[in-house]
């Protein structure tokens, strides 16, 4: 096994380790606008960015922030903004513009509580449902989870590679705690990451077409500034990127929107999965409920109780497949979460009613212990 060096190894928040992923995978944009408990991020790129030729912008406002990182994506950059639950709500029609126009670029949402102003410096987990249908429209959806420093790392260099790929927003969801707490984080050489980068085109500009029908369902957008001009619009729209009102065609763009996604949802969705090869119960969690439920599981099984974690990364497109075939092993379910239920609705239909699915919520602003775990799967036995 190859040993670490020791300047690979460094202690950092899950905030820091964010700024630190995306600059990794490649961004060289970032805009956005102070706001608790996210700030962080930006405070660390808006001094990384400009030593590597990237740009840092503070916006006016969390829409115009949407705004510029979709402009600096359509020149061809990697590009990102971070915010908190209010600044989300704002995103949400830009994130929709961007979905329309597939747009790639990447939104990290470090959850507070709410609504509104809520709960500026405590945890939450109630954006999950709005990461998936904040944005008014049928389209596909990536939102990532992280539960630590590392993961955070992990995930926002993910985060781009998906972005690129799919050619689309991509959300990563972490809650202050993952945000603000300081832990060891190993970083790879920045030669063993790797990283992925928008396709473009290989026609002359005279032949080509933004929009024009793929094999994989993935437009092909030429950067703005290399020769290739062609129209973006949130409307719907043909293969030349302008509007239409030709039912065919509109028929035909949304459901790629949503087809591109769940056609690769092999690729895309991710499960940890703890002793649940002879659990009696499955505790689902994600994020830092999902350290606590690591901890349950181990005390669960001191005491003699078989219990096992499912942990999704990705959180949409939702692991339908895996949850269905925990649910096919078990006798009842767990879902620990810093909301009132959003996942465990999702949880209760992929698993098809063969068990019970109970639920532990906390929206207090405090973490769900380990102990409150075990003590909810010993009343699901």
């Not at 406002?61 to 903004?81: Q, R, Y």
């Not at 790629?256 to 002879?278: A, N, V, W």
């Not at 606590?292 to 497949?321: M, Y």
Request: proline share 6%.
């Amino acid at each position: 096994m190859k040993k670490k060096r020791a300047d690979n190894i460094c202690m950092m928040q899950g905030n820091q380790a964010c700024a630190r992923g995306a600059m990794m995978a490649g961004c060289r944009f970032f805009a956005g606008y102070p706001i608790t408990p996210s700030s962080e991020i930006a405070e660390n790129l808006a001094l990384s960015m400009p030593a590597v030729g990237g740009r840092f912008i503070q916006m006016e406002d969390e829409i115009g922030a949407m705004g510029a990182v979709i402009g600096a994506s359509l020149t061809g950059l990697k590009s990102m903004t971070a915010t908190s639950g209010p600044g989300f709500s704002l995103k949400q029609e830009n994130i929709g513009y961007a979905a329309m126009a597939e747009v790639p670029c990447v939104v990290v949402n470090v959850q507070r509580g709410g609504p509104s102003t809520g709960m500026p410096t405590f945890p939450a987990q109630m954006d999950v449902q709005q990461a998936r249908w904040g944005s008014h429209g049928d389209r596909g959806v990536i939102a990532l989870s992280a539960s630590s420093a590392q993961e955070t790392f992990e995930q926002t260099i993910r985060a781009f590679n998906l972005s690129e790929k799919y050619m689309m927003p991509v959300i990563l969801l972490v809650d202050e705690v993952v945000a603000h707490s300081t832990e060891k984080v190993v970083l790879p050489d920045p030669g063993g990451i790797e990283l992925f980068n928008r396709k473009q085109p290989t026609e002359s500009p005279g032949e080509y077409l933004p929009y024009r029908e793929t094999d994989d369902g993935i437009p092909v957008l030429a950067r703005f500034g290399t020769g290739y001009r062609y129209n973006v619009t949130g409307l719907c729209h043909d293969e030349t990127g302008f509007p239409t009102n030709n039912p065919e065609k509109i028929e035909k763009l949304i459901r790629r929107l949503t087809d591109k996604i769940e056609r690769h949802r092999k690729d895309i969705t991710h499960c940890h999965k703890i002793m649940l090869e002879d659990a009696d119960v499955a505790i689902f969690a994600y994020g830092s409920v999902a350290r606590s439920a690591r901890r349950a599981v181990f005390l669960c099984r001191e005491a003699g109780i078989k219990a096992g974690l499912i942990e999704p990364t990705v959180l949409w497109p939702f692991p339908s497949d895996e949850v269905l075939e925990t649910a096919e092993g078990v006798k009842a379910f767990v879902v620990a979460e810093m909301n009132l239920g959003q996942m465990a609705r999702e949880v209760e239909l992929a698993s098809k009613c063969r068990v019970e699915v109970h639920r532990l919520n906390r929206v207090d602003g405090r973490l769900i212990t380990p102990q409150q775990v075990v003590e909810k799967v010993r009343e699901a036995l």
